[in-house]
């Protein structure tokens, strides 16, 4: 498909699992996003890639977070021995240079 | 970063124009005024975005006031399809430069 896709849609895991998230971007967008929702709450940034440049991170609640994007295309948000505070709705976004951003429809961890 | 304030909720009549205001006293020469809009279950999607002047789209109307402290969103004829959370956000050059900082949003019902 042409849009933003992630996987996966949903996940369950024990407290204390690494859980591994994957963006599929848009291509040809230069930048990419990770945010999360908590229920009922807003969308709180986690990271953005823009380009070969150094990411921003100043999102990442904790030092379990991490994300790398491979190639300027795909990305991966890593969370390292999850807590049940981590349970939310992981949602990606690609942009082109100047335009909107595309969301995806989401990754829904829950973390037992 | 220059932030955004929304009422955390509004209600509307089907068929009505829908007014959504959002204060951005802080905003600086170079942000754009950025609308997206979050349906139930879904990843947000872009409305509208203006810098200075009124903008018109097949979705809605952006109205920025002079001193560009304040602007409104305006949804011409409310349908059930628009009950939504709608977002204000501020980005630097068009988004182009930067993260993309999104507040708690107003939760919009439209009632029948």
């Known amino acids: 498909g042409a849009g933003v896709s992630q996987s996966p849609s949903n996940k369950v895991t024990e407290k204390g699992k690494d859980v591994e998230l994957r963006c599929d971007p848009i291509?040809?967008?230069?930048?990419l996003y990770w945010y999360r929702q908590s229920l009922g709450q807003g969308l709180e940034f986690l990271i953005y890639?823009?380009?070969?440049?150094?990411?921003?991170k100043s999102g990442l609640p904790s030092d379990r977070f991490s994300a790398e994007r491979t190639g300027g295309s795909v990305s991966t948000l890593t969370i390292q021995r999850t807590q049940q505070e981590d349970s939310a709705v992981y949602l990606c976004?690609?942009?082109?240079?100047?335009?909107?951003?595309?969301f995806g429809e989401g990754s829904r961890l829950t973390v037992l | 970063d220059a932030k955004t304030t929304q009422p955390n909720s509004m209600e509307s009549n089907e068929e009505e124009p829908v007014h959504l205001p959002c204060n951005h006293s802080?905003?600086?020469?170079?942000?754009?005024i950025h609308w997206y809009r979050q349906l139930p279950s879904q990843g947000p999607e872009y409305v509208i975005h203006?810098?200075?002047s009124n903008v018109n789209n097949r979705m809605a109307s952006l109205a920025i006031a002079e001193d560009r402290k304040s602007s409104t969103l305006i949804l011409h004829r409310a349908t059930l399809r628009d009950a939504a959370v709608y977002y204000c956000?501020?980005?630097?050059?068009?988004?182009?430069?930067?993260?993309?900082?999104f507040g708690k949003g107003t939760k919009l019902s439209v009632k029948p």
């Open positions: 956000i501020l980005s630097l050059y068009g988004g182009s430069q930067g993260n993309l900082i």
């Open positions: 291509s040809g967008h230069t930048a």
């Open positions: 890639f823009q380009g070969n440049s150094a990411p921003d």
């Open positions: 802080t905003i600086s020469g170079t942000d754009y």
């Open positions: 203006g810098l200075t």
């Open positions: 976004a690609s942009k082109p240079r100047t335009g909107e951003l595309f």
